[in-house]
Nanobody, 125 residues
Framework: QLQLVESGGDSVQPGGSLRLSCTASDFTLGNYAVAWFRQVPGKEWREYLTIIDATGTIINFAEPVKGRFFISRDNAAVYLRMTDLKSEDTALYYC???????????????????WGQGTQVTVSS
């Protein structure tokens, strides 16, 4: 089954930074728009964070992470650089891919074709 793989999660102190990576197994990630979500333990829904189109030129951010989180991509992966991390950023972080960037509805998890298993980010002093 085609799947995404997240990596880079870690435990950091408040104010710290991390860079997460998202790669694809068995398909070309470069053909897809890729988004990052996160899910807090005990909550059923995944929070949309940001998305980047296949060319890497169009980006959208959710308000809570604007100015702190940055998305980018190259031929190998899609990256989420997180800065000034806060305790409320503690969550399981997922990347997701969909064939079309257009159409909006970035928050809707049902619009994504592929998901990874997640990587844990813990922010604690």
């Amino acid at each position: 089954q085609l799947q995404l793989v997240e990596s880079g999660g870690d435990s950091v102190q408040p104010g710290g930074s991390l860079r997460l990576s998202c790669t694809a197994s068995d398909f070309t990630l470069g053909n897809y728009a890729v988004a990052w979500f996160r899910q807090v333990p005990g909550k059923e829904w995944r929070e949309y964070l940001t998305i980047i189109d296949a060319t890497g030129t169009i980006i959208n951010f959710a308000e809570p992470v604007k100015g702190r989180f940055f998305i980018s991509r190259d031929n190998a992966a899609v990256y989420l650089r997180m800065t000034d991390l806060k305790s409320e950023d503690t969550a399981l972080y997922y990347c997701a891919a969909r064939t079309q960037f257009s159409g909006g509805d970035f928050h809707n998890t049902r619009t994504y074709n592929y998901w990874g298993q997640g990587t844990q980010v813990t922010v604690s002093s």
